[in-house]
């Protein structure tokens, strides 16, 4: 047991003064969640803290606060992470969730922004005619893909603190654009092209994000919103030949032909290559999540993206034949993000593996000297 | 005054199902729902749904595993009913977009679980249950012009008129603390089960048993409440449950000596025997001093004999749950699990269209008792339960208000709760808090009420149960504000948990014999010539609960020993 100091934000609509903070202390194991300890004062001090909860396991989606200022569930929060990123006083905050209205104390009006903005990408799946008897039959792989947003529990938490919804409220943001690669992944769906359509020629859609990771970061569950919606650009411009509003397109591409080029990312080749103002270092691991499955086992071998950028090299054969490999396939494999941020053990496709293991010599710059030596 | 065709109480999977299988008649629709939809416990579902989908399966063999592992006490009409019509409500389901997993050639995959005699359950990864209710809340968004969402309401009554029919309930707006009465011509209760009066229990917060409580007291009878599952993997730490799918892929169960143990009890179905008979070995095991952990009370679930891969993918939920809930990776480690509360078969009793005995009140899904679980429900016959009766219901309740006009509804319910809040928040602070009578409700639920029970322990809990009754009367309140005042709605909720809990405990007490869940050590056996009946429990118009019984409906399954 230890007792940890919880400072919450209070907020009562019906007596016309203005938020404050309100100081509790409780008794819980370091282990425990925020939500425990916002329980225990509750329970045991002041019944009128508002707080939605119901599940404690970070599956209901009901819980979304913001714990020292960064956008999460409170159920899966632990209280020695919460008091780790506490501020010198030692004492944790909790505050309602940003971009949407409050309500009472920690509880906001989700129905006024979040779920309007789910309702917009018409959230429903389109199945293709005819309809068959028994199940659509569709590959293994494409129902563990959509899987991923599917795992989406509505918390509001990436909606929270997107940086793009605070310039443009009208942004359509990373929950419901997570939610259409849903539809957009799904081969049963019909309106792949009509919805891509839709999200990219409305200005407050797909294009309208600005890659500042905050959604990513914030999610429980693993969704990436940012990298669903840079697969719906993807799929918008090279399916489609959607026009992309903002180059993110060209941005992107940029990056393949640089890796194509250089074996690994040469910085000063990508800036003219894309274009400038958007770019930024913290858009790699972006790229390490957004390229085909071969690229990631081949830079998940020990390089770093620091060392990616720092130590540019010509593109060695195993690079070359990656993109042969890649580009000469039928079809386009999106990376799994699913299942892939852990599948350490997973076996390696033979003939992938085979070809990382002839690039991996020379793309790998073990201690720095060689690249710049390169 | 709202007035519906068709007004549906609670929007997890029973409600909503429901809500879509009503208006698809032409009926108008009105679902609530005390917290947003999506978040409704049916969301915390992971292992998947049965049905007899492979070519080879038959639904005869799912309706005999069923019976089965419900003890004989289910009833073989309606469990016909949902085997028979699981495969077409799949397929419904994935029609509608469910992403259920697949096998190599783009099928839908099956996996194994508790009691069946061969793969039958249907799933995505370990988040079937939020797959499955996210997708119809997909379809109710998609159908918002034909029902009627009222999201974050809180219903505190059924109302009955002099007839003696349910037209209607009131309900109140949790935002803005409004009442409001709602008329209809059919009344469906689909707002779940009563985890809650267990402490702990793998159940949410809001499953505090309001529809059953609101059904007792508006004289509809419960059938088969004694009979209440102990989930045999709830993690020791803190109560969650580990997902049936974790055994159903090759998980074992390991007590002090590292033995399996399960040998002894169910040598052949092993770890996938009927949860009663797992969660039974467990305990005996405990009991016997081969238990694990820091005070023996716990049992080793060894997945690490599972291949990691398989692991991640289709067990993903549960690896985050031992990592940010226990500190334990379970791919490479055994996890500390012990017997847990999980499952209340009892509940308002229907017939096979979800009608109660009280006219114009329907109930679907954990709330009623159909009764298709009987003694012990089968893992992912729950999901399937919710939706085949919930949907049955939809349709039944829609039929029946086209036949009728709307009845007229009364604001006197309405002030009767009104008062009632009122008074609530009126109360002096010299009584106990809410939460302490809540705490010991469920501890002593939890003693006397669980995989063991006998007639001294049950005695204890019932006079217990009396007590707190009366303390909640005086249970005060803090807030007293209007918008959003959940600590009002908790002081409600309690009486609906004393009512459940009461009614749990009678049950226990009269059923003298061993059955499915049920274990009396003082009737350790299963006793057919006397017991083979549902008990059933109403208040009868009085304050006391009475008992009587029903026959169980027996069509081509006989009663037998029941081995694994
Ligand atoms: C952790 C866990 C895992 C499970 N896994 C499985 C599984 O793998 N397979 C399986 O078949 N079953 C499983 N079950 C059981 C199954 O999930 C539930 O029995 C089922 O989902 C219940 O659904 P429901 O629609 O009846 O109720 P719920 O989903 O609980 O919905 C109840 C609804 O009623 C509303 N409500 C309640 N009271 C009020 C009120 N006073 N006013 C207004 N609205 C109200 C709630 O807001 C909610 O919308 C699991 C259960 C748990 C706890
Ligand atoms: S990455 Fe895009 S969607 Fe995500 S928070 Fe930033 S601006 Fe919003
Ligand atoms: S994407 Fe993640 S953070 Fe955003 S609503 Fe869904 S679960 Fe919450
Ligand atoms: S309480 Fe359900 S997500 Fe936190």
């Known amino acids: 047991m230890a007792e940890f100091k919880l400072k919450i934000r209070r907020y009562d609509p019906q007596s ?81 969730m940003g971009n949407m209205p409050i309500i009472k104390d920690l509880i906001v009006d989700m129905d006024a922004v979040h779920w309007k903005k789910i309702q917009r990408v018409t959230p429903w799946l389109i199945g293709k005619e005819p309809v068959p008897e028994r199940e659509y039959i569709v590959s293994r792989e494409s129902m563990i893909d959509v899987t991923q947003s599917m795992a989406c529990i509505q918390c509001g938490a990436c909606v929270s603190d997107c940086l793009s919804m605070e310039v443009d409220p009208l942004f359509i943001g990373p929950a419901a654009l997570a939610k259409t690669y849903r539809f957009v992944g799904d081969p049963r769906d019909a309106a792949h092209e009509q919805r891509l359509k839709d999200l990219g020629e409305d200005k407050h859609g797909i294009y309208d994000c600005t890659h500042c990771f905050k959604c990513i970061e914030a999610c429980p569950k693993g969704v990436a919103p940012m990298n669903q919606i840079m697969r719906l650009r993807r799929i918008a411009g090279n399916d489609f030949h959607i026009k992309d509003r903002n180059n993110g397109e060209r941005h992107e591409m940029a990056f393949v032909k640089n890796i194509e080029k250089n074996g690994i990312l040469h910085e000063a080749d990508l800036l003219p290559d894309s274009y400038g103002g958007k770019f930024h270092p913290r858009a790699v691991p972006e790229l390490i999540s957004s390229l085909p499955i071969v690229m990631t086992a081949l830079l998940r071998r020990k390089m770093t993206p620091a060392k990616a950028l720092l130590h540019p090299h010509r593109a060695p054969d195993g690079v070359k034949k990656i993109y042969e490999i890649v580009e000469g396939r039928d079809e386009r494999n999106e990376f799994n993000l699913y299942i892939s941020g852990t599948d350490a053990d997973n076996e390696p496709n033979p003939e992938v593996a085979a070809a990382a293991e002839v690039a991996e010599p020379a793309a790998v710059a073990p201690d720095g000297s060689e690249g710049s030596s390169a | 005054m709202p007035a519906h065709d068709v007004l549906i109480i609670g929007a997890g999977l029973a409600g909503q199902r429901a809500a879509l299988a009503a208006a698809k008649t032409g009926a108008t629709v009105a679902i609530l729902s005390k917290v947003h939809p999506v978040r409704s416990h049916s969301v915390a579902a992971a292992g998947g749904i049965n049905a007899a989908i492979n070519p080879v399966d038959d639904w005869r063999s799912h309706a005999y595993d069923t019976i089965k592992g419900s003890d004989f006490l289910g009833d073989q009409d309606a469990i016909e009913i949902m085997c028979r019509e699981a495969p077409a409500e799949v397929m419904w389901l994935e029609h509608a977009g469910v992403t259920f997993h697949r096998n190599e050639k783009g099928e839908m995959d099956l996996r194994a679980f508790g009691g069946a005699s061969m793969k039958r359950t249907a799933y995505v990864a370990d988040i079937t249950g939020q797959a499955l209710l996210h997708v119809l809340y997909e379809q109710l968004m998609k159908y918002h012009e034909v029902i009627d969402r009222f999201e974050e309401w809180f219903v505190t009554s059924l109302i009955v008129n002099d007839n003696g029919e349910c037209v209607g309930a009131v309900a109140r707006e949790i935002r803005s603390g409004r009442m409001e009465t709602f008329n209809a011509k059919s009344v469906i209760l689909a707002s779940g089960g009563a985890g809650q009066c267990f402490q702990p229990t793998t159940n949410a917060l809001i499953c505090t048993g309001d529809g059953i409580a609101q059904a007792y007291q508006a004289g509809a009878p419960l059938m088969d409440m004694e009979m209440i599952q102990y989930h045999p993997t709830t993690l020791a730490e803190n109560g969650f449950l580990i997902t049936e799918g974790a055994r159903g892929e090759g998980a074992h169960l390991l007590n002090s000596e590292g033995e399996r143990f399960m040998e002894k009890y169910a040598p052949n179905k092993m770890e996938l025997a009927s949860r009663d008979v797992v969660s ?127 009845p007229n509804a009364s604001d006197e319910q309405l002030n009767k709760d009104s008062a009632m809040i009122a008074e609530i928040l009126g109360r002096p602070k010299t009584g106990r808090r809410v939460s302490e009578i809540k705490l010991e409700l469920g501890e002593t639920m939890n003693r006397y009420a669980a995989v063991y029970r006998d007639e001294a322990g049950l005695q204890s809990a019932h006079e217990i149960v009396r007590r707190l009754k009366e303390e909640a009367k005086t249970a005060y309140v803090d807030d007293k504000g209007a918008v959003f005042n959940q600590d009002v709605l908790g002081a409600i909720e309690l009486d609906y948990m004393l009512d459940c809990s009461e009614t749990i405990v009678m049950a226990s007490l009269e059923r003298k014999e061993s059955r499915g869940a049920q274990f009396r050590t003082d009737y350790p056996d299963r006793n057919d010539a006397e017991w083979l009946k549902h008990i059933d429990v109403s208040r009868n118009g009085g304050d006391t609960p009475t008992i009587s019984y029903s026959e169980v409906t027996i069509t081509d399954w006989q009663p037998e020993a029941r081995t694994y």
Not at chain 1, 63 to 92: F, M, Q, W, Y
Not at chain 2, 298 to 304: A, N, R, S, V
Not at chain 2, 341 to 351: F, P
Not at chain 2, 357 to 373: F, I, K, N
Request: charged residues 25%.
């Open chain 1, 16 to 96: 016309g003064a203005a938020p404050y903070w309100d100081e509790h202390t409780v008794e819980l194991e370091p282990h425990r969640s925020v939500l425990e300890g916002i329980l225990q004062a509750r329970n045991e001090k002041d019944g009128s803290i508002g707080v939605r909860c119901s599940c404690r396991a970070a599956i209901c989606g009901s819980c979304g606060v913001r714990v020292n200022g960064k956008p999460g569930l409170a159920c899966h929060t632990h209280l020695d992470d919460a008091l780790a990123s506490a501020g010198e006083d030692g004492v944790i905050e909790v505050e309602p």
């Open chain 2, 280 to 406: 039974r070995a467990e305990q005996t095991e405990i009991l016997e001093g081969r238990g694990v952990g820091p005070d023996k009370q716990g049992i080793y679930l060894d997945i690490t004999v599972v291949p990691r891969k398989r692991t991640l993918e289709a067990l993903r939920e549960i690896v985050n749950i031992g990592k940010d809930f226990a500190g334990v990776d379970i791919t490479r480690e055994p996890i500390i699990i012990q017997p847990g509360m999980h499952y209340i078969m009892g509940g308002v009793k229907t017939d096979v269209n979800g009608a109660t005995p009280l006219p114009g009140l329907y109930a679907a899904g954990e709330v009623a008792c159909v009764s298709v679980h009987g003694g012990n429900r089968l893992g992912a016959n729950s999901l399937l339960d919710t939706l085949i009766f919930g949907r049955r219901s939809g349709e039944h309740a829609a039929a029946r208000a086209l036949d009728m006009k709307m």
